[in-house]
């Protein structure tokens, strides 16, 4: 097993959109500008931002992250869905099939998603190189461990493995406060 580390990244509640939802929340043929570039290469945090509402609550100034997707898609905490009254389902980023929906308001219009909103599967980010170093496999599920104050093991972690990606776990902001853990911390892959 590899002794290489891992950095962890807290991820907070954000957006990912469409083309075609872009254009209606910010206006035709809107860009979005960049605000900081992610770890994971080619991604960023944008300076756009939109309201994210339901019948039982929202969240004002939520980010959209960047480039524009093939799905539009709300990442949130288990907390945040508790705010929303959203039974938001645990899922790898990108299945979003019958997840609950929610209203999008920008600053030019909004967009009533059918589905949509997700908690994001804990993961790490990794090469082919990488993987097959820590020897394990894209869509395997491990263990990590946070050390610290409140240390503790995560169970059910997605390996997703790209030659794009850079090697990070993605946790929420639930999971690294559960932990005391913080972006830039490092953590251990632990095979099951």
């Known amino acids: 097993m590899s002794t290489k580390k891992i950095t962890a990244g807290i991820s ?25 570039d992610l770890s994971q290469p080619g991604q960023f945090a944008s300076n756009e931002q ?23 898609q709300i990442e949130v ?16 980023s990108g299945d979003i099939k019958n997840s609950p ?4 308001v920008g600053p030019k219009g909004s967009v009533d ?14 090469t082919p190189a990488d993987a097959a170093e820590f020897g394990v496999s894209d ?4 263990q990590v461990r946070c050390g ?17 990606f850079a090697l990070e776990m993605h946790l929420d902001t639930d999971e690294g ?7 830039g911390d490092s953590v251990e892959l632990i095979k099951k």
């Open 50 to 72: 939109v309201d994210v509402v339901t019948e039982k609550g929202s969240f004002k100034g939520v980010r959209i992250l960047g480039p524009e997707r093939k799905n539009t």
């Open 12 to 36: 907070a509640r954000h957006v990912h959109v469409t083309r075609e939802h872009l254009d209606i929340l910010f206006g035709e043929g809107y860009q979005l500008t960049v605000k900081k």
């Open 139 to 142: 869509k395997e599920v491990v």
């Open 113 to 126: 998603l059918d589905e949509g909103a997700i908690v994001a599967m804990r993961h790490i980010h990794m």
């Open 148 to 164: 610290g104050e409140r240390g503790l093991i995560f169970d059910n972690v997605l390996i997703r493995v790209n030659e794009a």
């Open 177 to 183: 406060n559960a932990a005391m853990c913080k972006t």
């Open 101 to 104: 929906g929610v209203k999008l």
């Open 77 to 92: 905490s288990l907390s945040d869905a508790m705010k929303l009254g959203l039974k938001a389902p645990v899922r790898d």
